[in-house]
T-cell receptor, first 111, second 114 residues
């Protein structure tokens, strides 16, 4: 069965420093992968998606993610954190008609 | 238009009430979804409509009744809910039902059952 594991439930970084949110997936085929962001009391916004094209995917707000098949990983990065990045981040895989969700990582930005 | 619009944003209802949640998109997407999200948890799939036909019902209690009147609209009718049904209800759409084109989510309806 497919699964998505987000390796950290909370990540805390200082404003202006790099962000790394880790995600591993398991799938019997090469899946489509997504990162979504959810700000407090808001809906979900698609940050970026990987669909078997370029392995380095650029998203909105300066985020990017790299698909590494050998490591079954799809980590999300940003060179410099901003206070507005504080939110919950979900790594998601697809499985025909359904999305497989990671448990989420709460990103905390320290001033 | 690149949005999924959900109304109302907030809803408080008693356990004997009947209410409806509404979702609308004008992106030409042919798959629409209802999700339920409890605090600090990822969304859980409830229903999938593909080309206006119900294709997936994730064993949701009958007190939740979905309806897809046309390709742009999705409703969720609520009746005799329980306090544990209080949650954020999210609507989403995708171009087709295969998921790999990405899903567009609405901002949700925060439901409180009293």
């Amino acid at each position: 069965a497919q699964s998505v594991t987000q390796l950290d439930s909370h990540v805390s970084v200082s404003e202006g420093t790099p962000v790394l949110l880790r995600c591993n997936y398991s799938s019997s085929y090469s899946p489509s992968l997504f990162w979504y962001v959810q700000h407090p009391n808001k809906g979900l916004q698609l940050l970026l998606k990987y669909t078997s094209a370029a392995t380095l995917v650029k998203g909105i707000n300066g985020f990017e993610a790299e698909f590494k098949k050998s490591e079954t990983s799809f980590h999300l990065t940003k060179p410099s954190a901003h206070m507005s990045d504080a939110a919950e981040y979900f790594c998601v895989s697809d499985s025909n008609y359904q999305l497989i969700w990671g448990a989420g990582t709460k990103l905390i930005i320290k001033p | 238009d690149t949005e999924v619009t959900q109304t109302p944003k907030h809803l408080v209802m008693g356990m004997t009430n009947k209410k409806s949640l509404k979702c609308e998109q004008h992106m030409g997407h042919r798959a629409m979804y209802w999700y339920k999200q409890k605090a600090k948890k990822p969304p859980e799939l409830m229903f999938v409509y593909s080309y206006e036909k119900l294709s997936i019902n994730e064993s949701v209690p009958s007190r939740f009744s979905p309806e897809c009147p046309n390709s742009s609209l999705l409703n969720l009718h609520l009746h005799a809910l329980q306090p544990e049904d209080s949650a954020l209800y999210l609507c989403a759409s995708s171009l087709q039902g295969l998921g790999n084109d990405g899903y567009t989510f609405g901002s949700g309806t925060r439901l409180t059952v009293v």
